[in-house]
């Protein structure tokens, strides 16, 4: 059974996305794992990232249909949409919005790595400003996982 791999996007406002969508995007077609990415749609669709998006063709999956995780088809990248952000948000400046935005993001990547829906997971890079802005009691994602 091929591996299914949980990738949270960061920070909406900082370098997470781009770094992750940019990744994707130079994978080759045959992927030996599921990537699921887990942000908000706001960023899936944001014009700074949408170059990246478009070469790897997801599909979006909300978070009411979590089950949909469950049956997965291979070499598709998936977009997991967990958390709404104001749309346009701010791209590219630290603040609380994002941080909390992030940390929910982790929570939800380890909840359904702990339900067995994930077998890994992969974090792209958080704000630690973002986290101190929204008053995360953990200076980044590593000391709260």
């Known amino acids: ?14 370098i997470g996305p781009e770094v992750l969508f940019k990744a994707l995007a130079n994978l080759p077609k045959q992927l030996p794992f599921i990537p699921i990415i887990i942000g908000s749609k706001s960023v899936f669709e944001h014009p700074t990232l949408n170059k990246y998006i478009s ?3 997801p599909i979006t999956i909300d978070a009411a249909s979590r089950d949909s995780l469950k049956h997965l088809n291979e070499n598709q ?3 997991y949409h967990t958390y709404d952000l104001d749309n346009p948000f701010t791209y590219g400046k ?3 919005i994002s941080g909390l935005a992030s940390f929910h993001y ?17 974090t792209a890079p958080i704000s630690k400003t ?8 953990f200076t980044g994602h590593t000391e709260w996982l």
């Open 130 to 137: 973002s986290f101190n802005l929204a008053k995360i009691p």
């Open 94 to 96: 630290p603040d609380a």
């Open 55 to 57: 070469s790897i063709n």
């Open 106 to 122: 982790l929570e939800v990547a380890t909840t359904l790595l702990a339900s067995g829906i994930g077998d890994a997971l992969v």
């Open 1 to 14: 059974m091929i591996p299914k791999i949980l990738m949270t996007i960061g920070d909406p406002g900082g």
């Open 77 to 79: 990248v998936y977009m």
